[in-house]
């Protein structure tokens, strides 16, 4: 359901995409299956998108929670770039209302005060380049609900020979996808579980639309992508289920696409819910990998083993990583195992970079 304590008086932004007018004066919102019916002075679900005087606003344009350079890998992306420093920033707001969400403090915000950074897409493009970053994130926060930003913003990044990186839930309608991802180099996928009942249930939202954009990326678009699931006990980290979601994954999207299984921590609406065991990461890697799947990794807990790179071919290790820093490389520049010549799916330049584990705040004046 839409907000309705705010008033019109309180409402500003610039020109939104994907909105229609309906019968009754509403404004339909057509970025996301939620398709908020809004009223004059009303706001989406997300927060973010917002109807003034009948026309569709976004409200979070050139405005940002903050601005941080962390490893790509932190995303999780450990097949694009690795070792490389990121431009990460967000803004406020989501279209899905996760109770065990990890970021709520900036994802649930309704307060404005949240966005105390402005930065253009030029000036974020521009700061990028001079912290010695090859890639722009859009993050913390999911960026679809912030489309014309992020999207013009990717395009400053491009203009400077930077890469994009979107990590999203992919919950967004056909249209405006296909317009998002076409500035999008690479992103993470956060598929919350794998039945309709924990998206409804825990996430106010739908499975069908997120399984729709994975095959999307896969077969229709050049975006380098990654999926991640947070397991937490009891609710989607059963054998079946995982089974379905490893077999769904080999049909669909096939081996070579990495997959991240993270340990969750209680926060927000579920800290009467115990951290994941470490063993039942290890449990659905090995049901992913008796699957078919040659790249499957454990996050959010230390596991050199499991969120390192091995060969598929040869089990040569191609990527060492001790959480987001680097240490062995059996790859050659070109992307084939040193030792049998395998080709390693990804995006590669060479030798990786050596940003390792640090995370430095930046502030764009």
């Known amino acids: 359901m839409p907000e309705t304590n705010i008033t019109e008086t309180e409402i500003s932004g610039t020109p939104a995409r994907y909105w229609h007018r309906l019968d009754d004066g509403r404004l339909q919102c057509d970025v996301c299956p939620r398709f908020c019916k809004l009223q004059d002075g009303q706001r989406g679900l997300c927060f973010v998108r917002a109807n003034k005087g009948g026309e569709m606003l976004l409200t979070t344009w050139g405005r940002s929670s903050g601005f941080c350079i962390d490893p790509i890998e932190k995303k999780p992306l450990n097949h694009f770039l690795p070792g490389t420093p990121v431009l990460s920033f967000g803004t406020a707001g989501c279209n899905l209302t996760c109770k065990f969400c990890q970021n709520w403090d900036i994802s649930k915000s309704r307060e404005l005060d949240t966005l105390a950074d402005k930065a253009t897409p030029e000036q974020l493009a521009r700061a990028a380049q001079a912290h010695g970053c090859k890639s722009v994130a859009f993050t913390y926060n999911d960026p679809t609900i912030f489309l014309e930003y992020a999207v013009d913003t990717a395009k400053a990044c491009h203009d400077l020979g930077l890469k994009t990186v979107a990590v999203t839930a992919g919950y967004i309608c056909p249209e405006p996808r296909a317009e998002f991802f076409a500035h999008i180099d690479a992103a993470n996928i956060d598929l919350k579980g794998f039945t309709e009942e924990f998206y409804?249930?825990?996430?106010?939202?739908?499975?069908?639309?997120?399984?729709?954009?994975?095959?999307?990326?896969?077969?229709?678009?050049?975006?380098?992508?990654?999926?991640?699931?947070?397991?937490?006990?009891?609710?989607?980290?059963?054998?079946?289920?995982?089974?379905?979601?490893?077999?769904?994954?080999?049909?669909?999207?096939?081996?070579?696409?990495?997959?991240?299984?993270?340990?969750?921590?209680?926060?927000?609406?579920?800290?009467?819910?115990?951290?994941?065991?470490?063993?039942?990461?290890?449990?659905?890697?090995?049901?992913?990998?008796?699957?078919?799947?040659?790249?499957?990794?454990?996050?959010?807990?230390?596991?050199?083993?499991?969120?390192?790179?091995?060969?598929?071919?040869?089990?040569?290790?191609?990527?060492g990583r001790d959480w987001y820093k680097l240490s062995d490389w059996g790859l050659t520049e070109a992307g084939n195992c040193t030792a049998c010549g395998h080709v390693c799916a990804g995006i590669f330049n060479g030798l990786p970079g050596d940003w390792g584990r640090k995370r430095q705040p930046v502030k764009i004046a």
């Open 200 to 319: 409804h249930d825990l996430c106010t939202g739908s499975l069908s639309p997120v399984l729709e954009t994975l095959i999307w990326l896969r077969h229709h678009s050049d975006v380098w992508f990654e999926v991640t699931t947070l397991l937490i006990p009891g609710q989607n980290d059963g054998d079946d289920e995982l089974k379905e979601l490893a077999a769904w994954f080999m049909k669909n999207l096939g081996p070579d696409v990495p997959l991240h299984f993270s340990a969750f921590h209680p926060d927000y609406r579920m800290r009467d819910i115990p951290a994941t065991p470490h063993q039942t990461l290890l449990r659905a890697r090995q049901i992913a990998l008796d699957a078919g799947l040659h790249y499957v990794f454990v996050g959010n807990v230390h596991d050199e083993v499991a969120s390192s790179t091995w060969c598929p071919s040869c089990g040569h290790k191609l990527i």
